[in-house]
């Protein structure tokens, strides 16, 4: 069964380091997404991608993150600077119309 | 803003007993999903609800959803331990609004 996968399973950084999380969605999927879960919580939206666009972000999603689909399989999230508070579970989702399937995640750590 | 509420948060039950989870949200929507997690892991798709009084059933699991009310909810039948998880609502309106997640631990 065709699923989403994620690399790095986990990343280290320190504070002020630029990272990029990289996502494979399924292959015939449209719809692109990126969430967190700070430990504990609940999972929050960051960005939604369709047709080589943003279509929707967050609040979240400041001038310090960016996305890209460098190709025709990649997505990837990049967190320029990141901070503490950046440390999180990253969810990479993908979807044909509804019911997004998500990966297995990064869990970023910001020391 | 829409907010999507779930209770309980916590749920201790024993195996073989009921219960119910219920998912409630502020504005319209006619698309809802429940997905489990483990701990640790990803989110797996349980259930997906596209219209009013739309039913799914999976096992000792089964979901409804009621548009008018703003209400879904996600109803075990004699729980087994293998059950024990999060389990999180999430509406749809173009991107998902999660709710609080519901831990649900089953006692042997």
């Known amino acids: 069964e065709p699923e989403v996968t994620q690399t790095p399973s986990h990343q280290v950084t320190q504070m002020g380091q630029e990272v990029i999380l990289r996502c494979v969605p399924i292959?015939?999927?449209?719809?692109f997404y990126w969430y967190r879960q700070i430990l504990g919580q609940k999972v929050e939206f960051l960005v939604s991608f369709y047709n080589n666009e943003i279509s929707e972000k967050s609040e979240i999603f400041d001038d310090q993150f960016s996305v890209e689909r460098p190709d025709g399989s990649n997505f990837t999230l990049k967190i320029r600077s990141t901070k503490l508070e950046d440390s999180a579970m990253y969810f990479c989702?993908?979807?044909?119309?509804?019911?997004?399937?998500f990966g297995p995640g990064t869990r970023l750590t910001v020391l | 803003e829409l907010k999507v509420e779930q209770n309980p948060l916590f749920l201790s039950m024993q195996e073989g007993k009921n219960y119910t989870i219920y998912c409630n949200y502020s504005?319209?929507?006619?698309?809802l999903y429940w997905y489990r997690q483990d701990p640790g892991k990803s989110l797996e798709s349980l259930f997906v609800?596209?219209?009013?009084?739309a039913v799914k059933q999976e096992g000792r699991l089964m979901a409804s959803l009621d548009t008018k009310a703003r209400l879904s909810t996600l109803h075990i039948t004699a729980a087994v331990h293998d059950l024990s998880a999060t389990y999180f609502c999430?509406?749809?309106?173009?991107?998902?609004?999660f709710g609080t997640g519901t831990r649900l631990t089953i006692i042997p």
């Open positions: 609800l596209l219209s009013n009084g």
């Open positions: 504005t319209t929507s006619d698309r």
């Open positions: 292959s015939n999927h449209l719809y």
């Open positions: 999430a509406v749809d309106k173009g991107k998902l609004t």
């Open positions: 989702a993908s979807s044909e119309e509804t019911r997004p399937f």
